[in-house]
């Protein structure tokens, strides 16, 4: 069974950083597509941004030049640099692997962008 770990989320002020870490446990992350998505107090979850196992990436037109998502298939993480952090940012962020026999979430981790 996979598991997804996520950390490095927290409050920010506008216009900071963070940097999100996600972990898989198994042997699946190198052949999976990793994704990012967020979920904004009563809306449905979006996707920030994927990648996929050749290199490929796609993100949100919102957050395209101020987000970069990587993977470090050694190690079974992704990342989320996340700059120039805006309020409408702020949501939980869930990290999701995907296979095309299953996909994966991870339990998700809050990001405030406030003053």
């Known amino acids: 069974q996979v598991q997804l770990v996520e950390s490095g989320g927290g409050l920010v002020q506008p216009g900071g950083s963070l940097r999100l870490s996600c972990t898989a446990s198994?042997?699946?992350?190198?052949?999976?597509?990793v994704a990012w998505y967020r979920q904004a107090p009563g809306k449905q979850r979006d996707l920030v941004a994927e990648?996929?196992?050749?290199?490929?990436?796609n993100y949100a037109d919102s957050v395209k030049g101020r987000f970069t998502i990587s993977r470090d298939n050694a190690k079974n993480t992704v990342f989320l640099q996340m700059n120039s952090l805006k309020p409408e940012d702020t949501a939980v962020y869930y990290c999701?692997?995907?296979?095309?026999?299953?996909?994966?979430w991870g339990q998700g981790t809050q990001v405030t962008v406030s003053s």
């Open positions: 990648l996929t196992k050749d290199g490929t990436t």
């Open positions: 999701n692997l995907w296979t095309p026999s299953q996909a994966y």
């Open positions: 198994g042997n699946i992350f190198s052949r999976a597509i």
